[in-house]
């Protein structure tokens, strides 16, 4: 089996929101996808020490932008749904 081998620390950069710069943006998406992939790989995590906090962390950090973004969507998705009732469309 392979070892988990981490090059360095990642921890989020900035929220999308405020990262402008493509290598925050790449940075902060690359963070999240370890994160999903290490929980996939699934055995013998320790959340509570090692490497097990910090990917706790991401993992919780990547459902909470999914969330806010399918929040958003369901907005923009009711107006243009409202929109079109408006237009008799």
């Given at each position: 089996m392979a070892t988990k081998t981490i090059a360095r620390p990642r921890t989020?950069?900035?929220s999308e929101?405020?990262?402008q710069d493509p290598a925050d943006l790449l940075e902060n998406t690359?963070?999240?996808l370890e994160a999903l992939l290490w929980v996939c790989h699934g055995e013998d995590i320790d959340w509570c020490s090692g490497d097990g906090p910090r990917q706790l962390d991401n993992l919780l950090w990547l459902a909470a932008e999914l969330a806010r973004k399918a929040g958003e969507?369901?907005?923009l998705s009711e107006m243009a749904r409202r929109g079109a009732l408006e237009?008799?469309?």
């Amino acid at each position: 089996m392979a070892t988990k081998t981490i090059a360095r620390p990642r921890t989020p950069v900035a929220s999308e929101d405020n990262a402008q710069d493509p290598a925050d943006l790449l940075e902060n998406t690359l963070s999240q996808l370890e994160a999903l992939l290490w929980v996939c790989h699934g055995e013998d995590i320790d959340w509570c020490s090692g490497d097990g906090p910090r990917q706790l962390d991401n993992l919780l950090w990547l459902a909470a932008e999914l969330a806010r973004k399918a929040g958003e969507l369901f907005q923009l998705s009711e107006m243009a749904r409202r929109g079109a009732l408006e237009t008799g469309g």
